[in-house]
Each structure stands twice: as structure tokens, then as C-alpha cells.
């Protein structure tokens, strides 16, 4: 295979150029420790349309922020978001988004959201679960091509599909926009962090998100 996603990827990102805002993010994934806060304006004037996975009009809002490459964003949707589906999404208490925040120059986790959101038949969220347990064979040191198309052909992507979506400047831009909003209005440092209602927390686990969604019911 010629097509070479490390070279298509530089490219697009040198096309951006550096922002005070993607300096500011750390270079690690880590866990929000951060004591829980309001913030306005987490729905408002988003670059990239949200994928909702519930009911649109749930009574409650769970917002989180990610990086693909992120081991405990993998821990989160493997071991938490399972059980927050099953108590409050399924049963229409709660709506839930995930959004990009791939670390600046992480092009392989770039790469792999801009894949989920070309999935078709909205398979935005079944793209993503299949990319966190897949995580460290397209994650790791060696070429991530492979494994992303398989991915993405079992997602019903064609190789050609595959190709377009990831020559696509203007998704990477806006998700790039979207992170760096992120950063500036809603204090995001570090993967993953979630939000309920507007609310910031500093604990991930699902008894601390269980909590605060039931706080807001």
C-alpha cells in the first residue's frame, strides 16, 4: 500500500500552524483531577455537529472530551460508559456526546476521529468502540494503516472511502477548532473529561458520574 497517513497527516497539520491554545495542552493523557465546576456555553457555537448517542431531548446532557490514543479514555468506555448507557441512556434519563480532543500532533489519533465521523450509517460510536479495543495494534510505534482500515472496512468503509475521508482538510480543521475552544472556554487540560449539565467533574468513575446525574435529575 502507497497511501502513507503519517505523511497526509503532517502535511494537514503544518497547513493549521501552531495556536497559543494547542500550546497550552499538555503532551499526556491524563485524568481529570480537577474539582467539579460550571462552565456556559458547552453546547454553543461548535465547530464540528455533535453525534448524540440517546435521546435528543434527555433531560440530561453528558459531554465528554477524548483522545483516541488515550489508555484511560479506553478504560472509560470500557469499563464506565457500559454502565452509564445501561442506567441512564437506554432509559432516556440521559443524552451522551463524545467529542475530539486529540493532543497537538497526535495525528494518529486525529486520524482515527476523523474516521468515526465518516462512518456511514452513523456509526460514529460503534467506529469509536472498535478503535479503543483495537487501540494498541494502530496506537503503537508501528504502522497504523493496517489497522485502521480494517477497522474502517468493517465499519463499511471502502479503501477509497478510507483514503478521502483522511485527505479531508476540513474536518481536521475544526476539529482542531473544537479542541482549542475547548481549552479556552471550558478549561479542558487533560483526557478524559466529562461534563454533565454543564458541570465539569473531577471524577470519572460511575459512582461519581452516577451521582452527579442523578444530582441533575
Not at 448524540?52 to 479514555?73: F, L, N
Not at 478504560?75 to 432516556?92: C, M, Q, S, W
Not at 463524545?98 to 456509526?123: K, V
Not at 504502522?143 to 478521502?164: C, H, I, Q, Y
Request: charged share 25%.
Amino acid at each position: 500500500m502507497n497511501f502513507d497517513l503519517m505523511k497526509l497527516n503532517r502535511r494537514s497539520v503544518l497547513a493549521l500552524g501552531a495556536t497559543a491554545s494547542t500550546a497550552a495542552i499538555a503532551a499526556v493523557s491524563l485524568p481529570s483531577i480537577a474539582n467539579a465546576q460550571s462552565v456556559s456555553g458547552l453546547m454553543d457555537n461548535l465547530p464540528l455537529e455533535d453525534f448524540v448517542m440517546g435521546k435528543a431531548d434527555a433531560p440530561v446532557t453528558i459531554v465528554e472530551y477524548a483522545s483516541m490514543t488515550c489508555p484511560h479514555c479506553k478504560r472509560f468506555h470500557e469499563a464506565v460508559l457500559p454502565e452509564i448507557k445501561k442506567n441512564y441512556v437506554d432509559t432516556g434519563k440521559a443524552k451522551y456526546i463524545l467529542r475530539p480532543f486529540p493532543f497537538d500532533g497526535d495525528r494518529r489519533g486525529e486520524a482515527a476521529f476523523m474516521l468515526a465521523m465518516c462512518a456511514p450509517n452513523n456509526n460514529y460510536y460503534a467506529m469509536i468502540d472498535a478503535l479503543f479495543a483495537s487501540q494498541q495494534a494502530w496506537g503503537g510505534k508501528g504502522n497504523p494503516v493496517p489497522e485502521l482500515l480494517r477497522v474502517s472496512k468493517l465499519a463499511g468503509m471502502t479503501e477509497d472511502d478510507f483514503k478521502a475521508c483522511l485527505g479531508r482538510q476540513d474536518l481536521l480543521t475544526k476539529m482542531v477548532e473544537g479542541r482549542n475552544k475547548a481549552v479556552k472556554d471550558f478549561n479542558v487540560r487533560a483526557t478524559p473529561t466529562v461534563f454533565v449539565n454543564g458541570e465539569k467533574l473531577g471524577d470519572s468513575s460511575v459512582d461519581a458520574l452516577s451521582k452527579a446525574i442523578e444530582a441533575a435529575l
